[in-house]
């Protein structure tokens, strides 16, 4: 299976910093936000992935790329602790432009020839979820047990408008999904189950995206309409997952994000609870 990581957009929250960085490139302590989903990838025995990038986003490939001038520093200096954080990992990793902000459909659709004609999972760097089991895993378990496409999905008690919201009904064990509405308006909603930035989709999906795609006329092209076609025909599948989700796509998710990583992490756990517990009483 391979993966693809929609890293085009402009990051406007994150605005004036995100004019020359990449947002999936700003760090939790010390690690990427797009780390995080290579390294999911590489837990679920995904090696080959293709990042959708912009002009702005260079020092994406720079970032995956040896750094060899680095790398010889450590080694004369024989650091190995150092020298094992910059070296290269047993990836195929490759990038293409979406040379316009045409929308996640169209993202997703330039990835075509890299995927074949295979299922495929896309993730985007906002949804950091720390697990035991990696994301991608636990919904391509459900992929194999339905050969459908599959979406990663939370209950949440947070401002359902600001989501896509799944309609559903029990399968026996599996949840197959009715229906998504887009930030439903409030009390309109037909569960608390929200979709997460994680799919699993086969390749009658990009079929179904393809023939949308061909009636768009103008404006940015998103992908829940072909979603909602499979979701029809009873092809689409939702996964609730396991694990702790970071939801990093604006200022106080990241915030939130950097504090749960910091206390998830043996080496910072006990200062960030300190420094917690100072500034709690500060005020």
Do not use: W
Not at 172 to 198: A, N, Q, T
Not at 246 to 255: A, R
């Amino acid at each position: 299976m391979k993966g693809i990581i929609i890293s085009a957009g402009y990051g406007t929250r994150f605005l004036p910093c995100a004019k020359s960085i990449p947002k999936e490139m700003f760090p939790l302590i010390d690690t990427p936000a797009i780390d995080f989903i290579v390294n999911e990838f590489i837990d679920s025995g995904i090696k080959d992935i293709l990042i959708v990038t912009s002009r702005r986003k260079k020092a994406l490939e720079d970032y995956f790329d040896r750094e060899i001038e680095l790398e010889t520093f450590f080694k004369k200096r024989n650091d190995t602790d150092k020298l094992n954080l910059i070296k290269p990992r047993d990836l195929n990793i490759f990038f293409i432009r979406q040379k316009e902000m045409l929308g996640t459909g169209h993202a997703i659709l330039i990835g075509k020839e890299f995927v074949k004609n295979e299922p495929f999972i896309v993730a985007y760097p906002d949804d950091i979820v720390l697990s035991k089991t990696p994301l991608a895993s636990q919904i391509m378990e459900i992929h194999k047990k339905t050969n459908a496409n599959v979406i990663a999905s939370e209950i949440t008690q947070r401002d359902l408008s600001r989501y896509g919201v799944i309609d559903f009904i029990k399968d026996d064990e599996l949840l197959k999904v009715k229906k998504i509405v887009e930030k439903p308006k409030k009390g309109k909603e037909s569960s608390s189950m929200i979709c997460i930035g994680r799919y699993l989709f086969t390749p009658d999906f990009l079929t179904v995206l393809e023939e949308n795609y061909k009636k768009h006329s103008e404006g940015e092209f998103y992908h829940i309409d072909a979603m909602n076609i499979l979701a029809g025909q009873g092809k689409m599948f939702a996964c609730l997952f396991q694990g702790n989700r970071l939801d990093i796509g604006d200022k106080i998710g990241y915030l939130e994000g950097m504090i749960k990583y910091s206390l998830s992490r043996s080496d910072l756990k006990k200062e960030t609870e300190s420094l917690l517990r100072k500034y709690s009483k500060n005020q």
